[in-house]
């Protein structure tokens, strides 16, 4: 099983790494076009990661919060798109501490 390399296309924010045929691609949902994606990956979130508090806020809650999550310095949401579909997500970033900062900064009265 060989994976395709990592490819950036400088002009757009989509990350293509798949294993061929497998028909889906991985997509750096910062971009403006992804935001209708944003409460799939709450949904998801609610569906498979039931412990902890935040699926207790709600599937609003968690969209804006992924999407605020996905506009922070040194923050990144993923994910695994096929056919206009998310299959799957990853979200990460670098400095805990200062991405939410930064989410509760800009959008803490909306959410």
Known sequence: MK???????PYD?????????????IVDLK?????SLFSAVSRLHMQEIRH????????????????????????VVLG?????KLAGYVAG?????RSYAS???NAAIPL
């Open 3 to 9: 994976w395709s390399r990592l490819k950036r296309a």
């Open 13 to 25: 924010r989509r990350l293509f790494f798949h294993r061929r045929g497998s028909g889906l691609e």
């Open 31 to 35: 971009s403006a076009e992804m935001e």
């Open 52 to 75: 902890g508090a935040l699926p207790l806020f709600g599937e609003k809650f968690l969209t804006r919060l992924y999407c605020e999550l996905s506009k922070a310095d040194r923050t």
């Open 80 to 84: 695994a798109v096929g056919d206009g």
């Open 93 to 97: 970033c670098a400095d805990i501490a």
């Open 103 to 105: 989410v509760f900064k």
